[in-house]
C-alpha cells in the first residue's frame, strides 16, 4: 500500500527498507584504522589542552582511543538497523560504570572519542576531520582563558618578614636617617618596640621588614650601622609569618 504524502513511516511495522550493500574487509579495516587515528587525534588534543603529565594521561588517552575504535564497531554493526540499535542499547545496559571522573571536562572527552569513533564507523569520516581541529582549538583557548585566570587572582609572592634591633644612644634622634636607609634597601618598615638598655643609656628599636628584591642584608646592617648615633645593629633570621 502506498504510503500518504507526508504520513511518517513505522520501522516496526512497514517493510524493511533494503540493508545497504554489506561491507568489504577492506572498509572494515579503513574504517577501524581511521576511527584509531581520530581517537588518537581526540587523545592529542586532550594531553595538550590538560595540566597533567604523560604518565598521568596516558591510561585516559588510551581509553579514548580504545572507545573510538569500539564506537566504529558498533556504528557498522549497526548500520541502518533500528531493531541492532535497540538490541546494542539492552546488551550494554548491563554494563555498569562506576568510575568517579575527577575533572568535568574528561567527561566532554569522552563523548568526544565516541562521536568521532562513530564518525568513522558510519563512514563520514568528513565530520570527524572538521570537528577535531575545530573541537581541539576550542578546548585549547578554554584552557588557556582559565590559566591566565588563575594567573590573574594568584596572589604576588612576598618576602618573609624579618627583624633589624637598631641600638641608638640617648638624646640621639636618627630617625630621619634610619628612615632613608630602610627605604632604600626594605618596604613594610615597622618599629614594633622601643627599649631602653644599659641603665638608661640607649635605646633598642625593634623594627620589622622585608627587603627589596636583590637587597643584601649585609648591605643593610652595614648601612645602618655607619648612620650617626647608631651604637650596634642586630639582624635576626627571616620568620615565616606574613
Known amino acids: 500500500m502506498s504510503k500518504h504524502a507526508g504520513e511518517v ?18 572498509d572494515i579495516a579503513l574504517r577501524l584504522l581511521l576511527a584509531a587515528l581520530f581517537g588518537i587525534a581526540a587523545g592529542l588534543a586532550y594531553f595538550l589542552t590538560q595540566r597533567k603529565t604523560r604518565a598521568q594521561a596516558a591510561s585516559f588517552v588510551a581509553t579514548m582511543v580504545l572507545l573510538a575504535i569500539l564506537l566504529g564497531m558498533v556504528s557498522m554493526v549497526i548500520g541502518t538497523n533500528i531493531a541492532r540499535a535497540f538490541a546494542l542499547v539492552g546488551a550494554l545496559s548491563i554494563v555498569r560504570f562506576r568510575t ?34 575545530i573541537v581541539g582549538l576550542v578546548a585549547w583557548l578554554l584552557a588557556y582563558w582559565g ?18 634591633i637598631v641600638r641608638v644612644g640617648i638624646g640621639v634622634d636618627p630617625t630621619e636617617a634610619l628612615t632613608t636607609t630602610f627605604a632604600k634597601h626594605a618596604e613594610g618598615v615597622e618599629l614594633n618596640s622601643a627599649v631602653t638598655v644599659r641603665q638608661g643609656t640607649a635605646l633598642d628599636l625593634t623594627y620589622t621588614l622585608r ?22 645593629v642586630e639582624w635576626k633570621a627571616e620568620s615565616k609569618r606574613d
Open 9 to 26: 513511516a513505522n520501522p516496526f511495522t512497514d517493510p524493511a527498507t533494503p540493508e545497504p550493500a554489506p561491507l568489504t574487509p577492506d
Open 100 to 133: 568517579v571522573v575527577e575533572d568535568t571536562r574528561d567527561t566532554a572527552f569522552v563523548i568526544f572519542a565516541v562521536v568521532v569513533g562513530m564518525a568513522a564507523g558510519a563512514g563520514a569520516y568528513l565530520v570527524a576531520a572538521v570537528g577535531i581541529p
Open 147 to 164: 590559566r591566565s585566570g588563575e594567573k590573574a587572582l594568584a596572589p604576588a609572592p612576598t618576602r618573609p618578614a624579618t627583624t633589624v
Open 211 to 232: 627587603l627589596r628584591e636583590g637587597a643584601a642584608p649585609l648591605t643593610l646592617v652595614s648601612d645602618l650601622n655607619r648612620t650617626e648615633g647608631v651604637q650596634s
